[in-house]
């Protein structure tokens, strides 16, 4: 049996929790798992969809982190036929009993912005401790994995795996008509896909999207997420009269969400760091990819392992209008985006689900 101790779970919305429930799914393939995770409102009706069980923990915050890790050193007493534990984060680690875990591979996930805290630190000296039960830690890029290092961590511990993705979903009918619809006859078709936060820097994009109507007058942009950042940017689309070409969707199932992947001619999210935040991966890039699309990602964090520059799409400095600008200009100047889409495609196979869990499988052995 394979344990999951998990902050981040669907039904909730996020990239981490997408991570581990796919992981959770595909160990299946090797054997019974189970899981404990964060309750959520629709769990109820969300959990009888999975063929593995879960327990949802509930209460206050602060307290909910030591009831879930007693309910797993219990459970891990109670069952001798745990092969592994899997945690999605060093606080799902940090107080499972350490003793209990001497007979089984504990591996324990990082992605970038939850260990970027200053060496020596209380929260760095926490994050050490914590990690220092686990025999694996798993890291979602190279860029994590030389932050990792930087600010204390084993290295002879860490092992990159990048997040896996699920093969692309069949479109119904109804959702590419409407997707169809909203974008009949425009070009370029620009979509990202994340919440609405400072560090996706959609307000960018925004900007280059009123620079470059003068070149491409039938350009549309679709923005999918919410977030703190919401009223600002639709603020900033009035000002600039994007009305027509700026579109907010929030809150769409994700057949819908593929659609609009799928018909889109370029995923664009130049992510910058924002304080401590960072984008560890960027998994949004290879979904995009499995609907052959391409991408423009930026410089900063882990996106160059998501995105090969030139070929299966661009790496531009987010920080700097220009570089989006020039970046998207020259995807369809000369109708680069369709050699780079067809890259994409190819290159997010190789993350699908299917082969990524045997890099998991290799350590938990």
Not at 97 to 105: Q, W, Y
Request: glycine share 6%.
């Amino acid at each position: 049996m394979f344990l999951i101790a998990t902050r981040n779970f669907l039904p909730e919305l996020g990239g981490i929790q997408v991570l581990m429930t796919g992981l959770s799914n595909s160990l299946l393939d090797y054997g019974p798992v189970k899981v404990f995770a964060e309750y959520h409102s629709e769990c109820k009706t969300f959990d009888k969809k999975f063929k593995f069980d879960v327990t949802r923990v509930s209460g206050i915050k602060l307290f909910r982190k030591f009831r879930k890790a007693n309910l797993i050193n219990d459970y891990m007493k109670e069952n001798s036929s745990i092969r592994g534990l899997v945690c999605d984060h060093w606080k799902s680690l940090e107080y499972i009993n350490g003793k209990s875990l001497e007979d089984k591979k504990t591996l324990c996930l990082i992605h970038s912005k939850e260990i970027n805290h200053p060496i020596n630190s209380s929260l760095n000296k926490r994050i050490i401790r914590s990690l220092e039960k686990a025999n694996f830690v798993i890291s979602n890029s190279n860029y994590t994995k030389n932050l990792a290092i930087n600010i204390g961590i084993n290295e002879n511990k860490i092992k990159v795996i990048h997040p896996g993705i699920n093969p692309p979903e069949k479109i119904d009918d109804k959702n590419k008509k409407e997707v169809e619809k909203i974008l009949a006859n425009s070009f370029p078709s620009l979509i990202t896909v994340a919440r609405l936060e400072k560090r996706k820097n959609h307000d960018k994009v925004i900007m280059s999207i009123r620079n470059l109507k003068e070149k491409f007058p039938k350009i549309k942009y679709v923005c999918i997420g919410n977030g703190e950042e919401e009223g600002k940017l639709k603020k900033l689309v009035s000002e600039l009269k994007l009305e027509n070409e700026v579109i907010f969707k929030n809150n769409i199932d994700s057949n819908l969400k593929s659609a609009f992947l799928q018909k889109s001619d370029l995923f664009i999210m130049p992510s910058v760091i924002y304080k401590s935040s960072v984008e560890g991966f960027g998994i949004s890039f290879i979904e995009a990819g499995s609907y052959g699309t391409t991408s423009i990602g930026g410089k900063d964090g882990g996106e160059s392992d998501a995105i090969i520059h030139e070929k299966t799409g661009l790496i531009c400095d987010g920080n700097d209008l220009d570089s989006i600008y020039k970046s998207i200009e020259y995807m369809f100047k000369e109708k680069k985006y369709l050699q780079l889409s067809q890259n994409a495609l190819e290159f997010s196979k190789k993350f699908e689900w299917k082969n990524t869990v045997k890099k998991y499988m290799d350590l938990l052995r």
